[in-house]
């Protein structure tokens, strides 16, 4: 099963995330990353930052989840420019490292087989950040997503495109459509860290955890994943019916284990 730790807020977890990928990063300098957007991962992203001078990230290289269809290259709004902000600047970064699906409406029907190719010449993702949407997606694999579904365009569902009209003018301008690591390639990842963080998150968070596996709830699919660690904050975990026992797991911890 996933590990679900219950942190105490956001910064609690960004810590430990950034704990496991500075660990990562030591023990293998040029490790791939898979990075998520949206406001979940900033905390990882903030305390990457406060503490790059305990690593060296030189090496290291990345493959964000997804990308919008259609925005211009230098809108800031754009995965590519959002990760510029929060990863490659902070951390010092190469840009060219840090590897964004192709959102270029006119090459969309290739960007999926493309960025597959370049996540296997690179060895593959060793640890993947994921949110979780209010819908229950990662990456932007909507319900209804294949659990076997690779790098491909989808559409958005008017939930996703309401809950990022914060990033926008308004809920118009978010993109219909989208360039995301399938299911499947996210499941190729070798370890996976799901972050959920406030009560609009509780109900997609327990049924991505503990609910049936089901492509209408993508983010179950994670329970088929033998590397998992959810870090949850306690409005986030309010629907968790095992909330009690992941506690328990998580007091009575092994000494020697790591996430
Ligand atoms: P959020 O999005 O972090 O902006 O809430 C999560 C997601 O859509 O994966």
Redesign the pocket.
Known sequence: MSEVVIVANAEVAGHYASDCIIDLVKAKPDSVLGL??????QPVYRELSRRQHDVDFSRMRAFALDEYIGLPTDHPESYRAVLNREVVQPLGLNPGSVKVPNGRASDSSHAGADYEREIHAAGGIDLQI?????DG????NEPSSSFASLTRVKTLTPQ?RA??ARFFDSADDVPMHCVTQGIGTILRARHLILLAF?S??AEALAAAVEGPLTASMPASAIQMHPHVTVFVDEEAAASLANADYYRWVFDNRPEWQTF
């Open positions: 998520a957007t949206g406001s979940t991962p994921l949110g979780i949407g209010t997606h990662i990456g932007f996703t809950d990022n406030g609009a998150k």
